[in-house]
């Protein structure tokens, strides 16, 4: 009998999945594959995404995992680490990933995702030196253990604002972006002793458990209250939406200074179908930050821009000088990004 396979593999210019497989990869994993290989091949970070199949078996098993499916992760991160040339834990130059959900049927929103997973105390030192950016580090770290605290191991999310909110009131500043390296590694310190006395033990340091922590919290949100109720309310029939896969991939930062940025975007508009390229993105922020409402997104566009402005009762002076374009703020950027959506829509045939 052959050994079921569970992990497929992505990224430098190939993989092993492709669009067509999305009831085994999940929307997400089946895409990122597309995406990955020819005729496409656009830039996504590589990565490897464990199957629907072993969600259905985590379930059927009693939160288990099938027989060999940890060897097979181990394999498929060797790869990634020799793909990016960096190892997850590393102390000098870690490898950091994301892991993500991604059911066949798009839930937005629904299930979780954990970012910047592989960094510990030893390793953000190692990061800020590589990086010759200490804030971005301490950010990125202070952003870890918040998710991962709270995705995978249920601390209250509450609780780590009230210590942000605290270090942010003594200095009088109001955005995330204005902490400083040393306020950012007094959060981090101050995060970890709350999380030892919530759960009685200290943060993870070890990056493998770190990650295995992470799928876990992935596939346990199938069943979380809100993927639940959403599924019903969007009759998907979990006879045949049998489940999320697990996706783990490289990092890419938007939070590492002004040259960074973080976004979404569409390929026409949502709300119309007009054949606009829209969307909105954060400078020197992560994913979260775009959806949590703490800062005043822009606009990809210029005519974006200056819609949501007139809208808004901005004036074109202000919009310019607080809120301009990605187009032209980051014009470079702005094109690639462009080129990528028209090449997509072109090779899927609908808004993207």
């Not at 390929?267 to 054949?275: H, P, T």
Request: aromatic letters at 8%; hydrophobic letters at 35%.
């Amino acid at each position: 009998m052959a050994k079921t396979k569970y992990v497929y593999f992505f990224g430098n210019g190939d993989a092993e999945g492709d669009e067509t497989m999305r009831p085994l990869l999940g929307g997400k994993g089946a895409n990122l594959a597309q995406m990955a290989k020819a005729p496409l091949s656009l830039p996504v970070p590589p990565g490897f995404t464990i199957s629907i199949d072993v969600c259905q078996e985590y379930y059927k098993l009693g939160k288990k995992y099938p027989a060999g499916l940890d060897a097979e992760v181990e394999k498929y991160l060797a790869k990634l680490e020799k793909a990016m040339g960096k190892k997850l834990g590393d102390e000098k130059d870690p490898l950091l990933v994301s892991v993500r959900s991604g059911a066949a049927e798009s839930m937005p929103g629904m299930m979780d995702t954990i970012l910047n997973l592989g960094l510990n105390d030893k390793s953000v030192e190692g990061l800020a030196k590589k990086t010759n950016n200490p804030r971005f580090a301490w950010d990125a770290y202070r952003r870890f253990i918040q998710m991962y605290g709270n995705v995978a191991m249920g601390v209250d999310h509450d609780k780590f604002e009230e210590i942000i909110s605290e270090v942010k009131s003594h200095r009088g500043i109001k955005e995330d972006t204005e902490l400083t390296a040393e306020e950012l590694q007094e959060i981090v310190s101050k995060y970890k002793v709350m999380y030892k006395k919530e759960k009685g033990e200290a943060f993870p340091q070890d990056p493998k458990k770190q990650m295995w922590g992470a799928i876990g919290a992935v596939f346990g949100s199938w069943m979380n209250e809100r993927a639940i109720v959403y599924r019903k309310l969007n009759n998907i029939d979990e006879r045949v939406i049998k489940g999320t896969a697990v996706t783990v991939m490289a990092m890419v930062f938007g939070n590492m200074g002004d040259t960074s940025a973080t976004g979404v975007c569409f390929s026409r508009d949502a709300a119309n179908g007009e054949n606009l390229f829209n969307g909105e993105y954060l400078v020197n922020a992560q994913g979260e930050d775009v959806v949590a409402g703490i800062r005043t997104p822009q606009q990809i566009t210029k005519i974006g821009s200056q819609r949501w402005a007139e809208r808004a009762g901005i004036s074109e002076a202000e919009r310019v000088a607080k809120y301009p374009s990605m187009e032209e703020a980051m014009p470079e950027i702005y094109a690639e990004l462009n080129g990528i959506q028209e090449k997509l829509e072109q090779h899927y045939h609908d808004m993207q």
